[in-house]
């Protein structure tokens, strides 16, 4: 793929209507950059993830877990107050060692390509709003998990796996209203006739629509998205300010005399008129929509979930594998924390790779499907212009070798998808 991203520097002659050779060449080079940085940054994640193995830096942080807890009054037989704290540490190291690399893509990378909206200080304020609020759901999460596994006897695994299947939903559930709001400011889509064809085109397909929001995605990226959530008949519609052309802040001239908020991002107007038409949104939305009306949610949750159950099962099969914990420096003892650790993490490493590809197959199915759907509404001509107008403000290099697509693209290539609308595409 990087051989495509050197070699090709000339708009191919399928591409000519799409793309200019100015946007062409920025994403290109874009491409280019994002790759290096994922081949270093991957290379430095596979060097640390070795040497903490060939270190014993896992036994190390679980024994330093001990000494910290003991101290705090609680000996070994306080498990799991021991792995709340190796938890707490190792996720602080991870934020630690990842942050240099965070900062690099972000004030380097995407600051170069003319994505990032963001100032030092919101990126650090927002660095550990994440760890804290990450903490607050992660640790009690944790304790739960690892003291229903102690106590759930032999079928422990269904209780742990009902247990994260009803956390998983109300976690869903609480994402958009309680969390997210925490980040970025969620604002209702101000009555007028982008609300109004929205509500229509809801109700011509039965989608139990309840509230549609914008939310300011401007103030850390000038990337653009949309997403429903909810459950049962209380749907709601999230609009990235950046996907509207009518809404987005980076549409707009810079006011004098900003207030502080909006002074923690940084006025850019060199992406002007970034963002899509009041038709094509409309278009965009029919293709999210047609991911509910197919069922595409619900599948990918009961895949998910029975996956979730299989390697619950499989758990409960090798924790009591004593030789398993020697393998990672656990000779005396054999924690139920670190056994999901190395069970979920490692042993399951191969078997995850395999099932990413799968899901990544059945993704691209499920957007050609979604396409049609958006079709079928009369949205074709439109989203034909709208993935045109989202792959160059978020730069996206519409070719690929085969291979590479085939393995980590979870969406098909613009010209696949632009193929599949061309051949009933209103005129």
């Known amino acids: 793929q990087r051989r495509v991203y050197r070699t090709t520097t000339h708009v191919p002659w399928e591409l000519g209507q799409i793309m200019d050779s100015e946007t062409f060449e920025k994403s290109r080079l874009y491409q280019l950059d994002k790759s290096t940085f994922s081949f270093w940054s ?16 896992i036994p190390f942080l679980w024994n330093l877990s001990g000494q910290i807890s ?21 996720t602080l190291f991870s934020a630690v060692t990842g942050l240099p690399w965070s ?10 390509h003319g994505f990032n909206q963001q100032t030092l200080g919101f990126f650090f304020k927002d660095a550990i709003k994440k760890f804290v609020v990450t903490q607050c759901i992660l640790l009690p999460v944790t304790s739960l998990l690892v003291y229903i596994i102690k106590i759930g006897g032999d079928y422990f695994f269904i209780y742990a796996w009902l247990f994260t299947l009803v956390v998983s939903l109300v976690l869903v559930t609480i994402y958009a209203d309680y969390i997210a709001p925490l980040f970025d400011k969620f604002i209702p889509l101000p009555e007028g006739e982008l609300k109004q064809e929205i509500e229509v085109m809801a109700k011509s397909i039965d989608f139990p629509l ?28 999230v609009l990235f300010d950046t996907l509207l052309e009518d809404y987005s802040a980076l549409n707009k001239e810079p006011s004098e005399g900003a207030d502080g908020e909006n002074e923690e991002t940084k006025s850019k107007t060199k992406n002007k008129k970034q963002g899509c038409k009041n038709e094509e949104v409309l278009a965009v939305l029919g293709h999210e929509l047609g991911h509910w009306k197919l069922g595409h949610t ?25 030789e398993l914990f020697a393998a990672f420096g ?44 958006a079709k079928e509404l009369g949205k074709a001509k439109d989203l034909y212009s709208a993935l045109i107008k989202l792959n160059k403000d978020n730069l996206g290099f519409p070719v690929s070798d085969w291979i590479f697509s085939m393995w980590h693209y979870s969406h098909p290539p613009l010209l696949e998808r632009l193929q599949a609308l061309k051949d009933t595409k209103q005129e």
């Open 298 to 322: 619900i599948k990918n949750i009961i895949i998910s979930q029975m996956n979730s159950f299989l390697c619950f099962f499989l758990f409960a099969v090798l924790i009591g594998r004593k």
């Open 330 to 373: 656990f000779y005396e003892t054999q924690p139920t924390l670190i056994g999901l650790m190395i069970i979920f993490q490692f042993i399951f490493s191969p078997y995850n790779e395999v099932l990413s590809f799968c899901l990544t197959v059945l993704s691209r199915r499920f957007e050609f499907q979604a396409d049609a759907f």
């Open 210 to 237: 309840t509230k549609v929001y914008v939310v300011e995605g401007s103030k850390r990226s000038s990337h653009s998205n949309a997403y429903f959530y909810g459950f049962f008949k209380n749907k709601r519609i």
């Open 103 to 112: 900062l690099y893509n972000t004030f380097v990378i995407e600051e170069k």
């Open 70 to 90: 003991g101290r705090a009054g609680f000996g070994p037989e306080y498990e799991i107050v021991q792995s709340l704290v190796f938890l707490l540490l190792a």
């Open 42 to 57: 991957g290379l430095y994640s596979e060097v640390e993830g070795t040497m903490i193995l060939l270190c014993g830096g």
